[in-house]
T-cell receptor
Framework: DQQVKQNSPSLSVQEGRISILNCDYT??????FLWYKKYPAEGPTFLIS?????DKNEDGRFTVFLNKSAKHLSLHIVPSQPGDSAVYFC?????????????FGTGTRLKVLA | EPEVTQTPSHQVTQMGQEVILRCVPI?????FYWYRQILGQKVEFLVS????????KSEIFDDQFSVERPDGSNFTLKIRSTKLEDSAMYFC??????????FGNGTRLTVT
């Protein structure tokens, strides 16, 4: 049962343009959503998060949008830079069984072309 | 900025051997996790740990796996008898409460 899905395994974008990464979830209990960036041979690095009481959160070039009715979130990167090339994971979190549970999507490999 | 540290970065072991992967979470964090990523696949939850006990574990975390927080700083994952399919990157993570998980750089486990 894949509760968090990233349907695009890869995405290529020209430098300076917008990158849009998408994520869908199925469990309405999730109330906190995160995006992580991962380079090869490194651990995932936290990028940006959003609580379910919001529909948008912005941090510099990164904006996360949450559509609760559609159970969909997206990450926008504007403008995209070659250094943004990495695998991006979305994650959803809920309090369950006495702990915060974080479920990760399968990842989208972003390639920003110079 | 405080970070999660994991040792070793790479561990090679023979099938059937025991391995211990070590992690030092961020010092004021309360929740501790192990995840793994088989090459090219998703980051999979193994176990969460809070207040010196396991909070939740996945189907992957069977009797061959155990976790321990032997002192105030280390958090270990033990695999008693490794199998070929245990080969993966193992990530330790920690969080304060409902805050972002902070990950270490992982231990690459290769079982031959």
């Amino acid at each position: 049962d894949q509760q968090v899905k990233q349907n695009s395994p890869s995405l290529s974008v020209q430098e300076g343009r917008i990158s849009i990464l998408n994520c869908d979830y199925t469990n309405s209990m999730f109330d906190y959503f995160l995006w992580y960036k991962k380079y090869p041979a490194e651990g995932p690095t936290f990028l940006i998060s959003i609580s379910s009481i919001k529909d948008k959160n912005e941090d510099g070039r990164f904006t996360v949008f949450l559509n609760k009715s559609a159970k969909h979130l997206s990450l926008h990167i504007v403008p995209s830079q070659p250094g943004d090339s990495a695998v991006y994971f979305c994650a959803a979190s809920a309090w369950a069984s006495g702990t915060y549970k974080y479920i990760f999507g399968t990842g989208t490999r972003l390639k920003v072309l110079a | 900025e405080p970070e999660v540290t994991q040792t070793p970065s790479h561990q090679v072991t023979q099938m059937g051997q025991e391995v211990i992967l070590r992690c030092v979470p961020i010092s004021n964090h309360l929740y501790f996790y192990w995840y793994r990523q088989i090459l090219g696949q998703k980051v999979e939850f193994l176990v969460s740990f809070y207040n010196n006990e396991i909070s939740e574990k996945s189907e992957i975390f069977d009797d061959q796996f155990s976790v321990e927080r032997p002192d105030g700083s280390n958090f270990t994952l033990k695999i008693r008898s490794t199998k070929l399919e245990d080969s993966a990157m193992y990530f330790c993570a920690s969080s304060f409460t409902d805050s972002p998980l902070h990950f270490g750089n992982g231990t690459r486990l290769t079982v031959t």
